[in-house]
């Protein structure tokens, strides 16, 4: 009974902090915030954000989730240590998981946030110190001793965390891209939904669909691409001026490009179909480019990290990146640390 209580003061700012984002972009005060958030990134539009706050609004501040999913877990960790977080800025507050799994494992958290997304993370940050001010979550300012970090970015990043962080225990994650495994017979419902799955937040998350696996002798779906930024859209125009002057074939898409290639595409505007002929042969290829796929979009299939067609950014708590369980990380660094 003790450690339930426990576990609920570690989450109770959090569940507040979901209440009170019911209205966020709704308000004059959360208005600014978006668009001070959308000037320092232009990448970032009103809608990603807006989107961005509501999936983790509904996915993982709702007392019934966040009971079901630490359950199983011995929270809060007996000896809490000091827990760096480096965030990366692709999409709008795409390192708040992180901030949850610390903050509610019972750890001091400590934020570097990307200099791409400072403005929604402080935000978040000062609406977590008005609910509960001695809620162990503050800026990591360079200078105070770490015990462990967990850090996200891109593969070159991704080998200066290690070198940065060698002897502390760490988990780093690096570039991962989607995939969504089509029949061929999609409904207009689960098109509309793969449409977003590819290009919410301008295709720039790892839950982003990049490669489509078409079979055989079915013509590519129907889509078509939203209103992007004019960034995307640059993109969009290079890359498609890049494959006419090489004479590599495509189908465009009006705002993206299709090539057909085994692998995953480089530029952001292009999305790769590869062809099938068996669906054992499709979960094949999804088993040998495992490490490589944070998602996988589909109709039921048996594979771990499948979600339903409009899913892909709407991650749910068990949803861990790259597959590896956040909060069991942070119960064993509990007893591997010094104090």
């Known amino acids: 009974m003790r450690i339930f209580a426990l576990m609920n003061a570690c989450i109770e700012p959090f569940v507040e902090l979901g209440k009170r984002l019911e209205t966020f972009g709704r308000t004059a005060a959360s208005q600014r915030i978006i668009e001070a958030a959308a000037a320092a990134n232009p990448w970032f539009s009103a809608a990603s954000i807006t989107t961005a706050v509501e999936a983790i609004r509904t996915e993982m501040l709702q007392r ?35 901030l949850l799994c610390v903050s509610v494992s019972g750890h001091r958290c400590l934020v570097k946030p990307s200099s791409k997304d400072r403005v929604l993370l402080q935000f978040v940050l000062d609406e977590l110190r008005a609910i509960d001010p001695a809620l162990p979550v503050s800026l990591y300012e360079g200078s105070e001793a770490v015990d462990a ?24 994650r690096g570039s991962r891209q989607s995939v969504a495994l089509l029949t061929g017979d999609e409904t207009e ?13 301008n295709g720039l998350g790892c839950r982003n669909v990049s490669l489509l696996l078409l079979p055989e002798g079915h013509p590519f779906p129907d889509l078509r691409p939203p209103q992007l930024s004019d960034k995307y859209r640059n993109n969009y125009r290079q890359t498609r001026a890049l494959f006419e002057m090489t004479g590599t074939p495509f189908l ?12 995953f595409p480089q530029a952001l ?16 290829w999804l088993a040998e480019h495992d490490r490589e796929i944070q998602c996988v979009v589909a109709r039921p299939i048996d594979h771990p990290r499948r979600v339903d067609f409009g899913a892909a950014q709407h991650p749910r708590l068990t949803d861990y990146p790259d597959a590896v369980d956040v909060i069991a990380f942070l119960e064993r660094i509990s007893y591997i640390c010094p104090n």
């Open 64 to 98: 019934d989730r966040l009971e079901a999913w630490l359950a199983p877990y011995r929270l809060p960790v007996a000896a809490p240590k000091r827990v760096l977080v480096v965030m990366a800025g692709n999409i709008p507050l795409v390192g708040f998981f992180d």
């Open 149 to 172: 970090v967990i850090a996200t970015g891109s593969d070159n990043t991704n080998r200066y965390f290690r070198a940065a962080y060698a002897g502390l225990p760490a988990l780093l």
């Open 189 to 201: 419902a689960e098109r509309a939904g793969l449409a977003e799955d590819i290009w919410l937040h």
């Open 252 to 263: 465009d898409l009006g705002g993206a490009v299709v090539v057909e290639q085994e692998e």
């Open 269 to 284: 505007s292009a999305l790769a179909c590869r062809r099938y002929r068996t669906e054992a042969e499709a979960l094949a």
